[in-house]
């Protein structure tokens, strides 16, 4: 800084989202050097919903010296106490490119880092352009001003300059770089250790090529590269030699500045957005590690749904050495600025080891219009101001997912095997299997009322299953619907449910359609989704949806399972014949009085296959029994007859 120190008013609570914590700095009067304390900046755009207008919101995230003492780097009362007034030697300004110039007078607090010395700010600049570009070339948006914080051999205690790019005939966003201010690496075996930069907000069929810019630029590139896989369009790797960077010292900085170019399928350039920060090297082996699970989180996207909580916890500890004692050292986590609505715990355990890591957990529960991607950078760091290297987490929001359901048919016998039609004397199951690929959602899984056939009724008085629809049964007759069992796992969960179904002596014939659904749930309806989109219900922003599966239960005519210990006797009796004409009809048996195997199938009547203008009186009286055999021998006989088949006496 140019000018020393002056007198000031002291510096109020600033609020930041990181965890709704409060801090406080008192900046005091006297007389110190005047270092820089710019550390880090990016700068993005936005296109309003105004059609009839060129107006782009402008966003400015930038991060400073905490700790800094001047009268440039106030409190802005008149805003609130979230909100900083950011000078300097040279004022930091942002210039729109058509002659409007914009300062950083109501830059809110977004995120903080007492160990790391930095607190991050945003302010967002309304700007109405004349046209969509300026005569055929992107309007260009730059922000600069001075100083950067001293040290490091590329630019420290020096102006910085950002720039990006805004044309809105060719696109009405830009993506957005996501990082930390200040990123630590430790010198490793091999020498080049590397970092990442991330990317948000880059719409379909579109991506992004990385390149380095001032200040890093101009380090050759033994010294920094910069390297962009072919498989991710969203992500660069920044590799410096950190053993050349520390050949006379033990700690060095170096200021990375880098631009992302937002481009088409053909490689045309629809922006370019900015980012600089700062990157610390250290020969220290006192820095805490993230734990595997955690590392895990930053392999693959996290999915979250619109209207259920996710929880992410985030953990590591001091990387255990036997040269050094760290039982003296605490370790806690920095976290960049988060999605709207986010909470983050407070920090337990200690980290000492991996016997008693600290942990952090970050809570959200998104709205419907917070459907998109979002990048979370974080990094874990001790009470001496050393970290781990920063990753970045991305996070996905999608709309809640309706479930599916299936139903699947099962026989107890001791191979599993799989019924078709069904036989009097066996017991089934039928399992339900709902799913929802939302681990968070909650699964209703309840019969429901089923298409009824022409020709079918309520098949028995004795049915334990309500009916509905003129008589359409919910459940087969006597059928038990057992409990809902819900499991979780693998990013979804499952509900289960069964029904069993043991047809008696008077289900022959039954041939019925029977229905399952599943309804998941709502989610939670957040005071914060109150101002969702029109068309999106900010009462039930999980949307209830539902599936329904159904099953088509038929018990075979004529047909008797025998259970163990049944005779010839016991069962003509149930039929109302006599155990002679059961014998003469089951030529298998081949003495009567001999032991019937169970699990075999008996005939219990003479298949008939009904006549055009046949009554049901006709037929009992053609066979020789009564209407109520009749009913008994075939369940779906209610009155008039069907053309098709029933199961008449085997009276000769």
């Known amino acids: 800084m140019a000018s020393p120190l002056r007198s000031c008013s002291p510096l109020s609570l600033l609020s930041s989202v990181l965890a709704s914590f409060l801090f406080a700095v008192c900046l005091t009067a006297g007389h110190v050097k005047a270092e820089g304390h710019f550390r880090y900046a990016t700068v993005f755009w936005e296109k309003t919903d105004d059609a009839t207008s060129n107006t782009v919101e402008i966003t400015v995230e930038s991060a400073w010296r905490r700790s800094y003492q001047s009268a440039y780097f106030v409190e802005a009362v008149e805003h609130g106490n979230t909100l900083l007034q950011i000078n300097g030697a040279v004022s930091p300004v942002i210039d729109l490119g058509d002659g409007s110039l914009r300062y950083l007078d109501a830059a809110e607090v977004t995120a903080y880092s007492e160990a790391e010395d930095w607190l991050m700010a945003k302010q967002v600049f309304t700007h109405t352009y004349a046209t969509p570009n300026h005569r055929g070339a992107p309007w260009t948006v730059a922000f600069s001003g001075c100083c950067r914080v001293e040290g490091g051999e590329n630019g420290g205690d020096g102006s910085w300059r950002l720039e990006a790019t805004i044309d809105l005939l060719l696109s009405l966003s830009s993506p957005r770089i996501v990082s930390l201010p200040v990123v630590f690496i430790q010198d490793w075996v091999p020498d080049f250790e590397s970092f990442s930069l991330s990317s948000s907000r880059v719409p379909p069929n579109t991506r992004i090529q990385w390149a380095l ?29 950190a053993a050349m960077a520390l050949a006379t010292t033990t700690t060095a900085l170096l200021h990375v500045g880098a631009h992302a170019r937002h481009v088409d399928t053909q490689g045309n350039t629809l922006s370019t957005i900015p980012v600089e920060l700062l990157v610390n090297i250290s020969a220290s082996n006192a820095r805490p590690k993230f734990n595997a699970a955690t590392l895990s989180l930053f392999s693959s996207p996290v999915i979250a749904m619109a209207g259920f909580e996710r929880k992410v916890t985030v953990g590591g500890s001091q990387a255990v050495s036997a040269s050094s004692d760290f039982s003296n050292l605490s370790v806690g986590f920095t976290v960049g600025r988060l999605p709207e609505g986010m909470m983050a715990s407070t920090v337990r355990g200690r980290g000492r080891g991996p016997s008693d890591e600290a942990t952090m957990e970050l809570r959200w529960s998104p709205c419907v219009g917070d459907i998109g991607s979002y990048t979370v950078c974080i990094d874990i760091v001790n009470s001496l101001g050393l970290a781990d290297t920063a990753q970045c987490m991305e996070l996905r929001v999608q709309r809640d997912p309706p479930p599916t359901l299936r139903i699947s048919l099962f026989r107890f016998l001791p191979n599993g095997t799989s019924a078709g039609d069904l036989y009097i004397g066996r017991r089934y199951t039928f399992l339900m299997v709902a799913t929802d690929s939302n681990e968070a959602d909650a699964l209703m899984l309840e019969p429901t009322t089923p298409p009824c056939a022409p020709s079918s009724s309520s098949s028995s008085s ?3 299953a309500s009916s509905e629809a003129g008589g359409c049964p919910m459940l087969p007759p006597d059928a038990v619907l057992l ?16 029904m069993v179904f043991a047809p008696k002596h008077n289900h022959g014939g039954y041939n019925q359609m029977h229905c399952f659904k599943t309804t998941d749930a709502c989610g939670v309806a957040s005071p914060r989704c109150n101002d969702e989109k029109e068309g999106d219900d900010a009462s039930c922003p999980g ?14 005519r004529c047909a008797f399972v025998v259970r163990s210990g049944q005779t010839l006797e016991q069962i003509a009796q149930i039929y109302k014949t006599d155990w002679l004409q059961l014998w003469s009809h089951n030529g298998h048996i081949e003495h009567p009085d001999a032991a019937l195997t169970p699990g075999s199938v008996l005939s219990i009547g003479r298949p008939y296959d009904v006549q055009p203008y046949d009554t049901a009186e006709e037929v009992v009286e053609r066979f020789g029994m009564s209407m109520d055999l009749l009913q008994t021998l075939n369940a779906d006989v209610t009155g008039s007859l069907a053309q098709g ?4 006496s085997m009276k000769e």
């Open 645 to 648: 088949p029933v199961c008449t």
């Open 483 to 498: 409990p809902t069992m819900r499991t979780q796992g693998n990013g979804s969960v499952t509900s289960t449910r069964e």
């Open 213 to 241: 810019s001032e200040p890093a630029s101009s380090l050759p590139s033994e010294r920094l590269s910069l390297f962009q896989s072919s498989q991710s369009f969203y992500k660069a790797t920044v590799n410096i030699n």
């Open 462 to 464: 004795s049915s334990s």
């Open 543 to 556: 949307v209830a949806s539902s599936a329904v599966a159904c099953v088509l239960v038929h018990v075979r």
